[in-house]
């Protein structure tokens, strides 16, 4: 999470936010990272959904 406050859902748009070092909603955080031969060789691609839009 790379020290940032606060979070955005990427399916609802809500903000995650963070008090005390803490994510005040459960999250799921989805990365890739993309290969040779991709299409998109090198790219880092992250989405975060709250639990509740899963």
């Not at 790379?2 to 995650?16: D, E, F, S």
């Not at 803490?22 to 999250?27: D, L, N, T």
């Amino acid at each position: 999470m790379n020290g940032q406050k606060n979070l955005r859902c990427n399916g609802c748009g809500k903000t995650i936010r963070r008090e005390n070092g803490i994510y005040q909603e459960g999250f799921f955080e989805g990365r890739q990272e993309w290969g040779y031969f991709s299409g998109k060789d090198g790219e880092r691609h992250v989405f975060l959904s709250l639990r509740k839009m899963l």
